[in-house]
Nanobody
Framework: QVRLVESGGGLVQTGGSLRLSCTAS????????MGWFRQAPGKEREEVSC????????YYASSVNGRFTISRDNAKNTLYLQLSSLKPEDTAIYYC?????????????????WGQGTQVTVSS
């Protein structure tokens, strides 16, 4: 059974930082592209970032490029998202996503598994 468990969300002021983590089990983590998506109230879920299985390539939405950094530790089956210079419009539920056994980030990312999400709230 595949499980993706996010942590690290919370309430932060504008300009602040957070680090999200996603611990995976039950999938071939080291051979899978991983990503982060977010969904704000009343909006569709959108891709934030994707990283290839070997960390060779990372992709970012234009709205977060330069402020967010995706990374992974294959030895720990863990995906990270460092959020910096946060803005109120970054407020959303952030979801971890996996493309099981697919090493590259397809455009758009094809997701096989989702985490349950973690809330990020940025106050103005």
């Amino acid at each position: 059974q595949v499980r993706l468990v996010e942590s690290g969300g919370g309430l932060v002021q504008t300009g602040g930082s957070l680090r999200l983590s996603c611990t995976a089990s039950g999938l071939t983590f080291g051979a899978s592209a991983m990503g982060w998506f977010r969904q704000a109230p009343g909006k569709e879920r959108e891709e934030v970032s994707c990283i290839t299985s070997s960390s060779g390539l990372a992709y970012y939405a234009s709205s977060v490029n330069g402020r967010f950094t995706i990374s992974r530790d294959n030895a720990k089956n863990t995906l990270y998202l460092q959020l910096s210079s946060l803005k109120p419009e970054d407020t959303a539920i952030y979801y971890c996503a996996a493309a099981n056994a697919v090493p590259y980030c397809s455009r758009p990312m094809v997701v096989n598994y989702w985490g349950q999400g973690t809330q990020v709230t940025v106050s103005s």
